[in-house]
């Protein structure tokens, strides 16, 4: 880590460093650390360790890129964001080491891991309180889920975060029927044409099919990116069955397609 950190603030040297990282603020980082993030996603999916290596150190650099410029500013260091999460890991953790001190590992309480879920929101719902005392005003129980988070796992969040106070549907028969119904409601948007009402209904149904995964325990962020994986993986058969006779999708009519579609499944795909 001192050498990483050392090369950091040599890239930062204001006469000798490089002009790109030069250039770099908090918020020019932001998307290159989530486009960073989905390259470890990837990098775990491809089962490639030296792969998901390489995808890591990507990752911890951006976090000393951050407390580089963090640094310089005057905010923070790396240090503080270590001693942060060692504070923070350590306060979560009373079953594995009770009244959060680290020299008391090994007095531990036996949790199930549901039990350390209950206690980790918690410890958690305490922690926004004592943030909400701090600055004076009242702060929602969804106040800390990241905006920038994609839309499908933000939704869950929100959903798993209001379940807990009481908002939810207590079986999962309600749910399909507040999705059938979100499915009539967009009908009728498109049979209107308004953009303004179907957008709206459709970002309404996607919010049901997140509430109807949640209730039937589908994590829906993998199991749409399991869909796409199937729809890459089939679609790319077509590509080399109409390569075959030297043809391009734009070429055929949809029912050969169509055709072809069925053909993949059946193998599979």
Known sequence: MDRLKKIMALLRDPE???????EQSLPSLTRYTLEEVYEVVDAVESGNPESLRDELGDLLFQVVFYARIAEEDGLFDFDDIVAGICD????RHPHVFPGGELERFGQHQALDAQQVVSNWETIKNAEREQKSRESGSKASILDDIPRALP???RSLKMQK????VGFDWSSVSPVLDKFKEEIGELEEAVASNNEDAINHEMGDLLFAAVNLARHINVEPEN????????FARRFAFIEEQLELDNLHPEEVALEKLDELWDAAKRKGL
């Open 16 to 22: 000798h460093g490089c002009p790109w990282d030069l």
């Open 88 to 91: 923070k890991l350590l306060r």
């Open 151 to 153: 839309a499908l796992e």
């Open 161 to 164: 975060r209001a379940a807990r």
């Open 223 to 230: 199991a749409l990116r399991e869909a796409n994986r199937r």
